[in-house]
């Protein structure tokens, strides 16, 4: 992108200094800590699949801190947007006793990756399926309007989402209602392994807001500051009463569906393109150093970083795996406490070592 064109954007998104440093500290911890979980995964501590925001960090961070957290506002994050959770106040010891499944994770171990959620600090836990959190944040930002609160909520698809059925419907309803949501698509070029061109005819997915009477907008998903720029717009306008707004973030995701897709389905050389060409964090250091920003304060932040990720790393380490009684915790109001079989009290060795499936990449021979 041309030096104009950023300039423009960071007038635009109307931030101060100190705001724009903690865009690059959310946008840099989320790099960090993913590449943290991938040490860990190989290490065959993760349980279950690893997935990368890599190359999406701009747009995560960027849609999330156009939100008000201090009016209660509300996300939906999917499993590439761990940077909108840190925003919303996720920290890198829950995240990583959670993919390391373990007892005093936010879920127990009873649950994998970032599938969690957290309604005092504004995420909703994720459901899989492709597109079925929009029909889901309809009905959360509905209540707000019934409620007449002043929120605002924000749900994140991908490309591939936007051609289901639970898409349409959601953001159809959402129109009808003027809920006060905002609906992010994240283009990043393939849905799993299908290229955008082989599941919609579409040239423009911001379009497809047309067709429900709303307003789309696109923007340049790896340009942080365009990013916050164009979601506070449709925040504000949410917040105003004038409904939703989808909007189209063009972006790149430069790992597989997760650690174990080696991608062969992508064009040679199209990864190592976007890594030179459009790697959000480089172009958003160069913005920074435009604006004053010195080396020396991006490498205090990165130093702040790495000392909270190996301190969050130490302390999940000692974390203690889930009790064979946690499974009910949660799911009955007063959960009962079963004896274990005679022959197996007081013998934890089975559970903590041997009986994870080898292919959750955590059988230890």
Known sequence: MATAVRRKAAESADLDRAQKLELYYYMRLTRSLEERLVNLYRQTKVV?????????????????????????????????????????????????????????????????NIHYGDLVRGFVGQISQLGDMVPVMAGVTLSFKMRGQDRVGLVYVGDGATSTGAFHEGINFAAVQQCPLVVIVENNGYAYSTPLSKQTAARDLKDKA???????????????????????????????????????????????????????????????????ENDPIDRYIAVLHADGVTSAELGAIDDRIRTEIDAATDEAEKSPMPEPTDALVGVYAEPSIVPPLWFREGIRSAVTAHERPASWGTHDG
């Open 48 to 112: 279950g699949g690893l997935f990368r925001s890599l190359g999406q960090e701009a747009d995560a961070v960027g849609s999330a801190y156009a939100l008000d957290r201090t009016k209660g506002d509300i996300l939906s994050p999917l499993i590439r947007n761990l940077g909108s959770m840190l925003v919303q106040g996720a920290n890198p010891l829950e995240i990583i006793r959670q993919y390391m499944a373990k007892g005093d994770s936010p879920t127990r171990g009873r649950e994998l």
């Open 210 to 276: 047309i067709g429900y009477g709303i307003p789309g907008e696109q923007a340049d998903g790896n340009d942080v500051l365009a990013t916050y720029a164009i979601t506070k717009r449709a925040v504000d306008r949410a917040r105003k009463g004038g409904g939703p707004t989808l909007i189209e973030l063009i972006t790149y995701r430069r790992k597989g569906h997760a650690e174990h897709d080696n991608q062969s389905y992508v064009p040679s050389g199209e990864i190592e393109r976007w890594e030179k």
